[in-house]
């Protein structure tokens, strides 16, 4: 039965698409929950909900480019408006993401009602936003998600030492000269541009999840930020592939939400028994380590001997 | 015996497996100004947060006199923690520090409003009462966490390296209070790290590095013998030290 | 009771909005203003679970069921960061994406013939409220949505006036808190356990999303326009209870969604509050910034007069030494003669008495020390 299903060519067609989905956003991951943006995730989704409609209703056309192309207008409009706000007011990060997130997914409602007056609109198109539906990705669709993957990739690689020094000491990448406001918000924008790629296959909510899930179990493992973000990109793709077989062969079980159980499983067991800062190694350190402090300290023993 | 302040048996506490403070026994007595001193990441923070209650140690604990209550302990921390965007002025923040005498749903009343009022005065920051405190420097809000403490009208003070990187003024203000405590029969102990100090603002003084190397009043226990061993012959010599 | 149909909404609105702002302002203070939407995407899975338990879709236990998620969430998420191998952030968007799939996976195997609407359960829709009628003993008395809206209302307004300076401390001060035995991790419990109720309560009228925008835009706001805690929850309250009227009328004006429409005047609020609030805006910002720069240029020019020589040089000669544009000069000294402290002597400037006095006074302030005084120009014939 595995072999019927991997040679069939929808699933081979899905199954690409939400391993390159995986491996993307567990990339672009990597580097916002280390710097502490893990939900800018969750907040584009719903930014560029006003996108996608502005853009049928600008263009009649419901082409995925098209509409894609929408989405990632309002979802860099909305990223440069939290960073706007994050650095001009007190207002903190949290708040501005949360603001400009249900904001704009409210101004896509009304849009949404307006194009409801339109003849030919379909409002399937909504459902499918928040939840994904890995399962029509179509060809083009993965042809388009590879080219855009493919770019991503290299302008990280290609600006691998700025993004670094940006996420773990940007007061010394200031200081170096380095303007750490022009790669903090070029990060954001390819950040942007992933979490669109990926929103028609996964959904809203589910996007998040792999913005963020991929990242957090490779955290685990690694030492080294390339190592952390191949991990990342690993768990996301393998969640990808793994999570696509799953809901094909068992019935009634939708792709993204699949995806987002495969990854999530993933980190916990990371979480436990990665090697040394994990939850079992850290619990069986501890009881040791204590039991032999107090033997010693029973012993009249110093610290360290 | 109630005659000492706090006293501290058996203490040992550890980040996992990696000791801090090792063994420690030490009896506080009450009505001083005592001086926890050693080299940098020598346990002095992590003592008087076991001393607080904050962390739970490995072995041994803290006891305090029978009888003593949650605010008779008063707390200055080093200030980073807070939230300095919160809503609030200097009073209110003074104010807080009566919340543990209110019970659960009581609210402020007047009588705690003049006496935070009037703890600002002896800091010297009644004029910036009404002030956001994100608006005010380190040294100022370091006092206004002073008058917070006193506010609290407790009978023990601990106080994590009050005088660091402060202003005169607000050096001269912590020093007059430290006095008016004493002169009060209060215990304050402060963890402190500049050496050259030490005799002139306290009476008493533990020594720790990991390990309690000494304690005992300042005139005889803080000696270059033992500042040697604390420090493990890191220190310069000392000018003043007996 | 016989309302119109629209009268009920906007009850509904201004009430929700109110009781909305209330918890919300302390995720807003403590930072944790995604948790609204975390909580808000976990009540899907609790109206699951209890649905699957009661098999009714109009049981109340469903909200209970959805609260309790809630706060499972939030218990997760602490676990989650508690361990220090997560942070903070990563936690809320590591678990609620995990409860929100698990919820979708029952729906579509095991509910699918049951109606349960998810579009409804994200958006919510107001203009359906007052078709949700409270009957007690057969008598109609109004939309449900009142009533809730109300409830919502009266439980946030009585715990956050009773907790108030349980809750104010241990957002403020934690450390402070547990010295004075009000335990933190119990008034976190119970905010979040308020924030999961209200969120239940609210997403039925106006859906998850917009739940959010009513929890956090409204505070935020307020936190740019007031630097007092109580004056705080005061206009976050009135806000909140505005943006629901508005956006109803705005909504119902141009016949479009409501809760979209209540969102956007949310958003406009707080743009307007960003842009113009009097201390904390944009523009009040940088109008004190200008000021400042001005200030600044007019005394360091004045003490430079009362420092160097006899005190008194051209325009030119001023713009050499302190090398800024003769413009510059030019516009700081006109003020300084508009202020008194300077006047012209053949064409050149020189400081008048009051200027001198100007400078002792600044001096002394400045540097703290007032008996510190550079020495005066010694050449000094009375001015002005």
Not at chain 1, 85 to 112: C, E, H, N, P, Q
Request: hydrophobic content about 50%; glycine content about 8%; charged content about 15%.
């Amino acid at each position: 039965m595995l072999r019927t299903l991997l040679t069939d060519y929808t699933f081979q067609t899905v199954s690409l698409g939400a391993a390159l989905l995986g491996l993307v956003s567990g990339v672009l991951g990597s580097f916002a929950v280390l710097r502490r943006q893990s939900l800018l995730g969750d907040g584009v989704s719903h930014a560029a909900l006003p996108g996608v409609v502005s853009a049928f209703l600008l263009t009649g056309s419901k082409n995925t480019e098209i509409l894609l192309a929408g989405a990632l207008a309002t979802g860099l409009l909305g990223t440069l408006l939290i960073t706007a706000i994050t650095r001009r007011s007190r207002v903190k990060f949290d708040s501005a993401l949360a603001i400009v997130m249900s904001v704009f997914f409210g101004g896509g409602l009304v849009l949404l009602t307006l194009s409801q007056r339109i003849p030919d609109a379909n409002q399937a198109g909504l459902s499918r936003f928040i939840y994904g539906q890995a399962s029509a990705l179509l060809q083009r669709d993965v042809i388009l998600m590879v080219i855009c993957g493919a770019l991503l990739l290299s302008v990280i690689l290609l600006f691998w030492k700025e993004f670094k020094l940006l996420c773990f000491d940007p007061q010394y990448a200031a200081a170096l000269g380095r303007s750490t406001g022009f790669w903090s918000l070029l990060l954001s924008f390819l950040t942007v541009l992933a979490i669109i790629i990926g929103l028609q296959t996964a959904g809203v909510v589910l996007m998040s999840a792999m913005l963020i899930t991929p990242a957090v179990a490779a955290r685990q493992w690694c030492t080294h930020l390339w190592s952390m973000v191949t991990l990342s990109a690993v768990f996301g793709a393998a969640s990808g592939v793994i999570g696509t077989a799953a809901s094909s062969l068992i019935p009634q079980l939708p792709t993204g939400p699949t995806i987002v159980i495969c990854v999530s499983a993933i980190a916990l067991v990371s979480l436990f028994i990665a090697p040394g800062r994990g939850i079992l190694a850290r619990a069986l350190n501890r009881s040791r380590g204590r039991a032999r402090l107090v033997m010693e300290r029973r012993d009249g023993h110093g610290p360290f001997n | 015996m109630t005659d000492f302040a706090v006293r501290v048996q058996d203490l040992t506490v550890a980040y996992d497996a990696q000791p801090v403070l090792w063994d420690i026994d030490l009896e506080i007595p009450r009505s001083s100004l005592v001086a926890i001193v050693g080299p940098n990441g020598a346990g002095k923070s992590t003592l008087l947060k076991a001393m607080l209650g904050l962390l739970k140690p490995v072995t041994g604990g803290v006891t305090f006199p029978a009888g003593l209550s949650k605010h008779d302990i008063g707390y200055i921390p080093q200030s980073e923690h807070v939230d300095w965007d919160f809503p609030t002025t200097a009073l209110d923040v003074v104010l807080m520090g009566r919340y543990g005498h209110l019970g659960l749903v009581r609210r402020p009343k007047k009588a705690d409003r003049a006496l935070a009022l009037s703890c600002l005065e002896k800091v010297g920051m009644a004029d910036y009462r009404s002030r956001q405190i994100a608006g005010l420097s380190g040294g100022q809000q370091q006092r206004v966490f002073l008058a917070r403490a006193l506010c609290q009208e407790a009978n023990i003070y601990f106080m994590d390296e009050p005088f660091k990187g402060v202003d005169t003024v607000t050096e001269k203000a912590i020093v007059a209070l430290l006095q008016e405590l004493k002169a009060a029969g209060k215990t304050v102990i402060v963890v402190h790290h500049d050496l050259q100090t030490v005799p002139d603002y306290f009476d008493w003084v533990a020594l720790i590095n990991m390990q309690l190397v000494d304690a005992g009043p300042v005139s005889e226990v803080f000696h270059d013998k033992n500042l040697s061993r604390t420090y493990r012959g890191t220190m310069p010599p000392l000018k003043g030290a007996v | 009771m016989d309302m119109a149909p629209s009268t009920e909404i906007q009850i509904i609105a201004v009430l929700i909005g109110a009781a909305c702002a209330l918890p919300g302002a302390f995720l807003v203070l403590r930072r944790m203003s995604m948790m609204s939407d975390a909580i808000t995407h976990t009540i899907l899975l609790g109206i699951v679970l209890a649905f699957f338990v009661t098999g009714d879709l109009s049981s109340p236990l469903l909200i209970a069921g959805a609260a309790v998620i809630g706060v499972l969430a939030v218990w997760l998420t602490e676990l989650l960061r508690r361990s220090r191998l997560v942070a903070e952030d990563a936690a809320i968007g590591t678990v609620f994406p995990l409860l929100f799939s698990i919820a979708i996976i029952l729906i579509s195997r095991y509910a699918g013939s049951a109606h349960l609407d998810t579009d409804s359960v994200l958006l919510g829709e107001l203009a359906f409220a007052p078709f949700h009628r409270l009957t007690i003993f057969g008598v109609d008395i109004g939309a449900r949505g009142i009533y809730v809206g109300a409830a919502l209302l009266l439980l946030n307004v009585v715990v956050i006036v009773l907790f108030f300076k349980e809750l104010k401390v241990s957002t403020f001060d934690p450390v402070l808190a547990a010295i004075l035995g009000i335990s933190p991790t119990i008034v976190y419990y119970g905010l979040m356990t308020l924030v999961s109720v209200t969120a239940v309560g609210a997403f039925e009228s106006v859906g998850s999303v917009l739940v959010v925008a009513f929890m956090i835009a409204p505070p935020a706001s307020a936190y740019l326009l007031t630097d007092d805690l109580k004056k705080l929850f005061w206009i976050s309250a009135g806000i909140g209870a505005a943006t629901g009227l508005v956006g109803y009328q705005l909504a119902s004006l141009w016949d479009v969604s409501i809760a979209g429409m209540m969102a956007l005047v949310a958003g406009a609020v707080f743009l307007l509050a960003f842009a113009f609030a009097p201390r904390r805006g944009l523009i009040s910002g940088s109008l004190m910034r200008r000021r400042r720069r001005r200030d600044f240029a007019a005394y360091t020019l004045i003490l430079h007069l009362y420092t160097h020589g006899d005190g008194i040089f051209s325009g030119t000669e001023l713009a050499q030494q302190l090398r800024w544009d003769l413009s510059l000069i030019d516009r700081v000294c006109r003020s300084l003669i508009k202020a008194e402290s300077l006047t012209t002597l053949d064409g050149r400037y020189a400081l008048t008495n009051a200027g001198i006095l100007r400078c002792h006074e600044l001096i002394e302030t400045l540097f703290a020390s007032p008996r510190h005084q550079p020495a005066a120009p010694t050449n000094s014939p009375s001015r002005g």
